[in-house]
């Protein structure tokens, strides 16, 4: 399983390039040929990565009636960018645009919160106490970072006591670096890197902030005197078979101690002290000789406590609060409580007709990845135009979503999958292959992916 870091020539890397806005990174999609005259008020929640294209793409193709955007915030963070932040490699302003640049004209910019969502009566409540109505409604709100279900974290301690979170933030993502930097310029000292329990936005990012350590370890010359611990609450690493394989090896080649079935519980910042709780059975515990059991937790579950000199925490996530407290979110499956309730292939809310979800908010196997959007987009555009036109709904989204996963600084694998057949490879490339590391894939996440990323804000990709 083992694969060479630099698989591709230099001729094939520059076809990748070329090839990028002729295949999967970057199409244009043929629908945008036609527009429709409509006297429809459509609303659009959240003008991140996938509320922005979803403007940009029914402003093309909708005459007539009115579309709203609810994003309170002036700037655009791409944040696939915040790992290479974290890891030292670019400097935060690289992530960071104006929404204004992206917020196409002829549309309703509202610069307020989203507070809550009236699905019985069609209605959107803003913090401000005001209210839209609507006829339609794309729910692409994201997720939001449950901290607060680890007994003594927040994100302001990011940066602080060793403690590192990628996903807190561009300023977080700084200072995650300068913390990793802090404990390596140790020369000793013990690291844990951590998994959610729940879904999670770019999934590999976890793994990615393990393998940009690593190497950081290994250029230091002292790698032998650094622990680092990888703590999963499953048995698993990465939902594609393959690729959890590989991690899994790798991670035994490279000196990690894989720590299966322990969740992140509590953290008690100035003993830099950590309690995990066994998800296992129970029966099967053997604590490790470097970590300490602590007493069972209120459900009768064993805790471990173990000791850090760096951690990089990665919280619980969900919906927002306010769309979980309302009729949107899932009343029962796996994804009950806590993400919308979407047909996965469709798009189309499950109960609400007239709502379309689009991006991490949603409840699916896979697919909270800026990749995913640009998969779902069309789908979205194409089944509510539909939906508009009192049509069938035939746009079908097949799960498709992309990892370039970084194995090293320098190097990574460019893994592409979707819901079918258990996750199965869905290569854009065909001469690369998304079980070899290469240093095309690590060039193509470096600097050709954030414009692709951003054609797809503008609706074109």
């Given amino acids: ?61 909708l005459r007539g009636g009115t579309i709203t955007l609810i994003e309170p915030r002036d700037t655009h963070h791409y944040q696939p960018g915040w790992t290479m932040v974290a890891s030292g490699i670019w400097g935060p302003d690289k992530t960071m645009r104006p929404n204004a640049d992206f917020v196409p004209q002829g549309i309703n910019w509202i610069r307020q919160y989203a507070a809550g969502i009236d699905a019985e009566n069609r209605r959107v409540d803003l913090a401000n106490g005001e209210s839209l ?30 403690i590192g979170s990628v996903y807190a933030s561009i300023e977080g993502a700084t200072r995650t670096r300068q913390a990793i930097k802090g404990w390596i310029d140790k020369g000793e000292g013990k690291g844990i890197f951590t998994a959610a329990p729940t879904a ?27 622990d680092v611990d990888f703590m999963s609450p499953t048995g698993g690493l990465f939902s594609q078979p393959w690729v959890n ?46 970590l300490r059991a602590g007493d069972d937790n209120a459900q009768g579950k064993p805790t471990i406590i173990a000791d850090y000199d760096f951690i990089h925490v990665v919280p619980p996530m969900s919906a927002p609060d306010f769309v979980k407290q309302s009729d949107l979110i899932a009343k029962d499956g796996p994804h009950q409580g806590e993400w919308l309730d979407v047909d996965i292939h469709t798009m189309q809310h499950k109960r609400y007709p007239e709502v379309f979800g689009i991006g991490d908010v949603i409840g699916a196997p896979i697919n909270k990845t800026a990749a995913s959007v640009k998969a779902q987009a069309p789908v979205v555009e194409a089944n509510l135009l539909s939906a508009i036109q009192g049509k069938s709904l035939t746009a079908r989204h097949n799960g498709y979503t992309s990892c370039p996963l970084i194995t090293g600084v320098g190097k990574a694998m460019l893994v592409e999958f979707g819901y079918d057949d258990n996750f199965a490879f869905m290569p854009s490339f065909p001469f690369i292959d998304p079980k070899d590391e290469s240093w095309a894939a690590w060039v193509m996440k470096d600097r050709m992916l954030q414009p692709a990323y951003y054609a797809v804000l503008d609706g074109q990709a």
Avoid: W
Avoid at 21 to 49: E, F, H, M, P
Avoid at 137 to 155: K, R, W
């Fill in 245 to 290: 394989d590989f991690v899994k090896q790798r991670f035994d080649e490279q000196g990690v101690n894989r720590r299966h079935h322990y969740r992140l519980s509590a953290i008690d910042p100035q003993a830099k002290q950590a309690e995990f709780t066994f998800e296992g059975e129970k029966d099967s515990l053997s604590v490790p000789d470097d």
């Fill in 1 to 61: 399983m083992k694969h060479s870091p630099f698989t591709l020539s230099r001729r094939q890397l520059l076809k990748a390039g070329a090839g990028l806005s002729a295949s999967g990174l970057l199409y244009t999609s043929a629908l945008q040929a036609n527009t429709i005259d409509t006297q429809a008020r459509i609303v659009i929640v959240g003008g991140g990565a996938s509320g922005m294209a979803m403007a940009n793409r029914l402003a093309t193709r």
């Fill in 200 to 226: 999670v936005k770019c999934a590999g990012a976890p793994l990615k902030m393990t393998f940009t350590t690593l190497t950081h370890l290994e250029e230091s010359g002292h790698r032998d005197a650094f």
């Fill in 133 to 162: 109505d609507y006829d339609y409604l794309v729910v692409s709100t994201g997720l939001q970072l449950n901290y607060n279900l680890i007994d003594g974290m927040s994100p302001d301690l990011v940066g602080q006591h060793g």
